[in-house]
């Protein structure tokens, strides 16, 4: 099915090919290792202009984004997680940490021009604290499937100790760490057996 599409309006109707389908969503894997093939910049900024488009709440955008590429950035961040996380970070061409900024009210004259949205959350701390957890993780499920639409395996993970991540990589900043992911083109050496999930009738319902 097809529709016409006005200015600012989607086209009804309209979906993916079921080879993009499979290839974001239920092909896709967490990967553990790595070929070495490297990410050029070009592709971490394509990568990036495609995910800012993902919406935020009141278009806040609270996420940051470090691309640990070198081998210095690598070493560093893979001193910061697990033992078992270490060989991951270390392989992998790259690992983004996805951080959150605690101040980005103050971009919101910019982001959300139409309403004075910076007042509502100056003097009000939980509520900044749980807008930027909230869209710097929805953000960072942005970054992944912006990724795998661009070719990409990817490989999110926790297992890390954020206050070493934030003291090495964020600090003089009001941006604290959410997770790390790590990018490339996974060797498929690793892989588990796909795990089960719920059905519809499991965990939905239709109100």
Same mark, same amino acid.
């Given at each position: *099915? ?9 086209? +009804? =109707? ?7 389908? /499979?290839q974001?969503f ?6 553990y290792?790595w ?9 971490? /900024? ?6 800012k488009?993902g919406?935020t ?9 470090i691309?640990?590429? &070198? ?9 910061c997680? &697990?033992?078992?996380?270490?060989p991951?970070?270390?392989q ?6 996805? =951080?959150?900024? *605690? +101040? ?39 970054l992944?499937?912006?990724a /795998?639409?661009?070719?990409?395996d990817? =490989?999110? *993970? ?18 604290e760490?959410n ?9 498929g ?9 719920f059905?519809?009738d499991?965990?939905c319902?239709? +109100?």
């Amino acid at each position: *099915m097809t529709g016409e599409a006005t200015e600012g309006q989607g086209v +009804a =109707g309209q979906s993916l090919e079921e080879g993009a389908l /499979r290839q974001m969503f239920t092909d896709a894997r967490t990967h553990y290792d790595w070929h070495e093939e490297p990410l050029p910049e070009a592709l971490l /900024r394509r990568l990036y202009d495609l995910l800012k488009f993902g919406p935020t709440s009141a278009n806040a955008s609270p996420a940051r984004f470090i691309f640990c590429s &070198s081998a210095e950035a690598r070493a560093r961040l893979a001193d910061c997680v &697990s033992e078992g996380n270490r060989p991951k970070v270390l392989q992998a061409p790259v690992t983004v940490i996805i =951080g959150m900024d *605690m +101040a980005f009210h103050d971009h919101l004259p910019k982001l959300f021009p139409h309403d004075d949205a910076k007042s509502w959350f100056e003097g009000n701390p939980e509520l900044i604290q749980s807008t930027a957890m909230r869209n710097s993780t929805l953000q960072g499920a942005w970054l992944i499937m912006a990724a /795998r639409a661009l070719g990409l395996d990817t =490989g999110p *993970m926790s297992g890390f100790d954020k206050a070493k991540v934030d003291a090495a990589f964020w600090s003089g900043t009001k941006t604290e760490t959410n997770f790390i992911c790590s990018l490339g083109y996974g060797t498929g050496k690793k892989l588990f057996p796909r795990l089960p999930r719920f059905t519809f009738d499991e965990t939905c319902r239709i +109100a």
